[in-house]
C-alpha cells in the first residue's frame, strides 16, 4: 500500500467546493459506519488507530468552531454517536478488560 500523502500534497484534479464535497461525503460515510458499528469499542479504536468516536466529535466540534459555530460537546457526540452519548454508553459500552487497559496505555505512549 503506498504511504499516505500529506494533506497539502494530495493530488485530486477539482476545485475546492467539489473537493469538499467529495470529503464531506467521505466523512459522512464514516460516521455512518461508526454509527454502524457499535459493537466495536471505543478502546479498541483508540488501542489500534488512536482515535475514537470521541476524538471525531471533538475534531467535528473544532471545525464547527473555526467555522464561527459554538457546538457544545454533548451535541457534538450526538452528531457522531447518532444519539445523545450517555445513551449510547448504555447500551453499547463495555468494561474494558484489563488487557484493553493495558493496550490502551501502551497505545497513548506511542500515539501521544
Request: glycine content about 4%; overall charge negative; hydrophobic content about 45%.
Amino acid at each position: 500500500m503506498p504511504t499516505p500523502q500529506p494533506e497539502a500534497e494530495l493530488k485530486l484534479d477539482a476545485d475546492a467546493a467539489t473537493r469538499d464535497r467529495i470529503e464531506a461525503a467521505a466523512f459522512r460515510k464514516l460516521v455512518a459506519h461508526l454509527r454502524e458499528r457499535s459493537d466495536v469499542q471505543n478502546i479498541d479504536m483508540m488501542n489500534l488507530t488512536g482515535f475514537c468516536r470521541n476524538c471525531v466529535s471533538r475534531w467535528y466540534q473544532e471545525a464547527a468552531a473555526d467555522a464561527g459555530t459554538v457546538l457544545e460537546t454533548p451535541a457534538a457526540r450526538e452528531i457522531i454517536y447518532g444519539m445523545d452519548y450517555k445513551a449510547w454508553q448504555a447500551a453499547n459500552q463495555k468494561e474494558a478488560t484489563a488487557e484493553q487497559k493495558a493496550a490502551f496505555g501502551a497505545a497513548m505512549a506511542k500515539h501521544g
